[in-house]
């Protein structure tokens, strides 16, 4: 009986140049996994081409000239699951913008957590009316709003209210 030689690839047997194929396809599909994974470095991480400047930040006088709107109530309700938000409209003309088909969220600024209101959730449609007044709830997940905390109230991506605390 005869013994076959093993075929050879750039002079080693069958069974190395097989293995070293397995371990060059794994390093591919390491290094490849680990680039998406890896967070980016250098002017990439500063943002996605065509951000959204941060939105200005106006006082409660200035939400109240430049608006219409006024903060009438900002408290933790239902014993702790809710935040209510009250704004009454002083110039439709001037809020009807700013609310556009969105409504406020809240931003606690100790934390960063932002709680928004459920689509389904407004009683009301946010379509202001001179004197009216606007009730937002919002459903106050894990606690992230307690009483004597600070909150932003933010109209979509261009307004934000200075802090105010919370009752």
Known sequence: MRREKPIT??????RRWRTLIILA???VIVTTLLSACA?????????????QPAPS?????????RYGLRVSVLAVTAAGGM???????????????LLGKQ????????TGAVLKAPADGLPQSLT????????????NSGNAVKPGAKVAVTFGDSIRLEPL???
């Open 57 to 65: 930040t106006v006082t409660t006088s200035q939400l109240e000239e």
């Open 25 to 27: 396809a794994a390093a």
């Open 103 to 110: 409504a406020p969220a809240l931003q606690v600024t100790d």
């Open 128 to 139: 202001p009316v001179d004197g009216r007044m606007l009730l937002v709830l919002f459903p």
């Open 9 to 14: 690839v750039a002079g080693l047997p069958e």
């Open 39 to 51: 967070p980016s470095v250098g002017p990439a991480a500063a943002g996605p081409v065509g951000a």
């Open 83 to 97: 935040v209510d938000l009250r704004l009454k409209v002083i110039d439709a003309a001037k809020a009807g913008p």
């Open 165 to 167: 605390v919370v009752e």
